[in-house]
């Protein structure tokens, strides 16, 4: 199958986006049973093993496909506005 570059770059955006809901259903499904602060430490696991990932492969950050750094970005800011909830809650 011959797929044009233009559809190969979508692809493996769709791969990306697809990888992400998965891995954050599942943690949503882990921090739903663990409790705790569970899921804010995953999210920033999930954030280095992107980042560790992205280095490994050789990936350029923010390019014209997604890639392990954007999905590392998006880990990032999930952390953030965790960490800023949970302190807000705490006050």
Sequence with gaps: MNLDPA???ELQSLSVVMRFIMRIALLAVLSAFAGG???Y???LVSVLICAIYGLAKGERPFGDVL???DEAAVYGALFCLTSIVQSAGAA
């Design 67 to 69: 890639t392990y750094w």
């Design 41 to 43: 430490v995953m999210l």
């Design 37 to 39: 602060n569970f899921g």
């Design 7 to 9: 559809h190969a770059k």
